[in-house]
């Protein structure tokens, strides 16, 4: 009964509103349009698995702290049906800041390490050191790396035998590394030096080596390691630099653990820029393209070059293959964010509602 009653009142909604600030995660753009939706109006909607998002949802749902999400998590617990739950409880709203949306992807690599330094395994993944944390920003990546400010002071995690893998473990933000006897260990991200994040495939468009369509992660790493010297000049554009902690107590079988310290679900766990998507919401992927997408996922990850209320990454799980799909992804789209009903209405004046 309720279930219908809240169907019949946002059949066909269409309100669009602008905002200073919002109910979402801090202060918005303000020119940014709100733009709430109906359930019918979301392609593909009806097809979704709604129980693996509703499961993926529940992975995170017991760390949102505010009334209203607290409420919904409640709810969640006693078994509802997914569809049902995700229809009755939240409102789909479209976030347009002005920039067009954009989907790539993300993975968890893998590369191959030690615990101890060799001519094979030269180069060091590190732990954060305090000073870091208490300077920002602190020194570029091309001071860190080459001033010896790190060496000896007892902040490698482990050593592994490619720069540009580990390049690449930055900007993915987690990864495995695999021993020479077996074992693995995960790291995740612990913070960085707080420069912001340039990309180096850009970089290479601009001075001419490759045309936009045609970079990708593998385009890069193989471009690298056929020029060394000016390989590692183009290392050295991005000046972040990541920082990492050993996160091996997550289990083999689980994703590595993202930005609500959680693991995350491949194809079901999008990183979104948390200024404008709450960290834990459900989001609506329509991803176009060669291959489009259209699933419910959850924002449960950020990410560096994540910028924009219409900005996504999705994560596509752990190892080459994973890296390879996620590398090809770039396309245009929409992004729906699916908030609890009063939050939603929350955004719009009150002469639209």
């Known amino acids: 009964m309720v279930l219908g009653f809240y169907r019949r009142i946002t059949c066909g909604l269409r309100i669009v509103a602008t905002t200073g600030a919002s109910l979402l995660a801090g202060p918005l753009a303000s020119d940014v349009k709100y733009d709430i939706v109906s359930f019918d109006q979301l392609d593909g909607w009806a097809q979704d698995d709604h129980a693996a998002a509703f499961s993926t949802f529940q992975n995170t749902c017991m760390d949102l702290k505010e009334p209203d999400w607290k409420a919904i998590c409640a709810y969640a617990r006693t078994n509802p049906d997914p569809r049902d739950f995700f229809e009755l409880l939240f409102r789909p709203v479209v976030m347009d800041d002005g920039q067009d949306a954009l989907f790539t992807g993300y993975f968890e690599p893998e590369l191959e390490g030690s615990l101890y330094r060799s001519e094979r395994y030269n180069f060091p993944v590190y732990k954060m050191p305090p000073e870091a944390n208490e300077t920002r920003p602190w020194l570029t990546r091309r001071d860190l790396l080459q001033s010896g400010v790190m060496d000896g002071r007892g902040l490698t995690i482990a050593y592994v035998d490619d720069p540009v893998e580990l390049f690449f473990l930055q900007i993915q ?22 420069h912001d994040y340039r990309s180096i495939g850009q970089e290479l468009v601009r001075r001419g080596v490759y045309e936009a369509h045609q970079v990708s992660a593998q385009v890069i790493k193989n471009w690298v390691r056929r020029n060394p010297v000016d390989g590692e000049e183009l290392l050295f554009h991005n000046p972040s630099y990541v920082f990492f902690r050993e996160v091996s107590r997550v289990p083999a079988d689980k994703g590595p653990l993202g930005a609500m310290n959680r693991s995350i679900t491949t194809m079901r766990t999008v990183a979104v820029d948390p200024a404008f998507v709450p960290l834990g919401a459900p989001v609506w992927i329509e991803k176009d393209g060669k291959t489009p997408l259209r699933r419910l996922m959850v924002a449960q990850d950020t990410g560096s070059a994540i910028k924009g209320a219409q900005r996504a990454d999705v994560f596509f799980g752990t190892g080459d293959g994973a890296g390879r799909a996620a590398g090809r992804l770039r396309d245009p789209g929409r992004l729906v964010v699916l908030l609890p009903i009063q939050r939603a209405y929350a955004l719009l004046p009150e002469s639209a509602i």
């Open 173 to 194: 933000g987690s990864g495995r590394i695999r021993l020479p006897d077996g074992r693995s260990i995960r790291v995740g991200y612990r913070g960085s030096n707080g």
